[in-house]
């Protein structure tokens, strides 16, 4: 299977009600649940992972503030609110000191992002080589791969690549909105991959609730085999 993380997110950014929305999904089988780094205070943040750490849940922070300073502030905050896992940033030099000694897990953005909401740029090779580059580096954990904000690339072609080149577990992030994407991510060997603003959308199961949405993303997660 591959693992689902729900992203209490929209647009790039933690919905305003995230907290109200926790409770909706609260009895659902996820295990991986997480939000961004900004849209919500670092105070609603360190809320959100204290309700979800005592569901026994590991959560997700992921980083997408382009700015370098922003992005170093968003992983001492990360540190902060106890987030078991930092997923996205483009400034490795900068944040594995930081998270030395701690137990979060790091997972980089590979290649080059750009632009709010991110935008993956790059040949297949590029990012395949920055993937194969990062994973080798002491502190980094994984990979959080935009494939589907990706303009150009054949998306197969490129997760697979990645997933190759990656020694480590690889989480496809962003635009993903139909089952069949997450069976393609599935099959490209991906170990998990991200759905937020596809559930708020009710784009996975037309015109049902939140929940059902994150109950059709896990059962399709299920299903779907790992490379």
């Not at 300073?69 to 930081?98: F, K, Q, Y």
């Not at 998990?192 to 708020?200: D, L, N, S, Y």
């Amino acid at each position: 299977m591959a693992e689902f993380i729900f992203m209490l997110t929209k647009n790039d950014a933690t919905v305003q009600d995230a907290l109200d929305v926790y409770e909706q999904v609260r009895g659902t089988d996820l295990r991986w649940i997480g939000f961004k780094d900004i849209g919500v205070s670092v105070e609603t943040q360190k809320m959100l992972a204290g309700r979800m750490h005592a569901d026994g849940r590991t959560v997700v922070l992921e980083i997408v503030s382009t700015d370098a300073t922003a992005e170093l502030s968003s992983v001492r905050a990360g540190i902060e609110i106890g987030a078991d896992v930092i997923m996205g940033g483009t400034n490795p030099d900068a944040a594995i000191p930081l998270l030395v000694g701690t137990a979060v897990r790091y997972f980089p953005f590979p290649g080059r992002v750009v632009d709010h909401p991110s935008i993956l740029e790059g040949s297949i090779e590029e990012i395949a080589a920055s993937a194969a580059a990062l994973t080798a580096r002491p502190g980094v954990g994984g990979l959080d791969l935009l494939a589907y904000r990706h303009r150009t690339a054949d998306i197969p072609s490129l997760m697979r690549a990645v997933v190759s080149a990656s020694s480590g577990p690889v989480v496809v992030a962003g635009s993903i909105d139909t089952v069949a994407q997450i069976e393609t991510v599935a099959g490209c060997g991906a170990w998990g991959f991200t759905i937020g603003g596809a559930v708020f959308d009710r784009l996975l199961v037309p015109g049902a609730s939140l929940q059902q949405q994150v109950e059709a993303a896990l059962r399709a997660a299920s299903k779907a085999l790992a490379g």
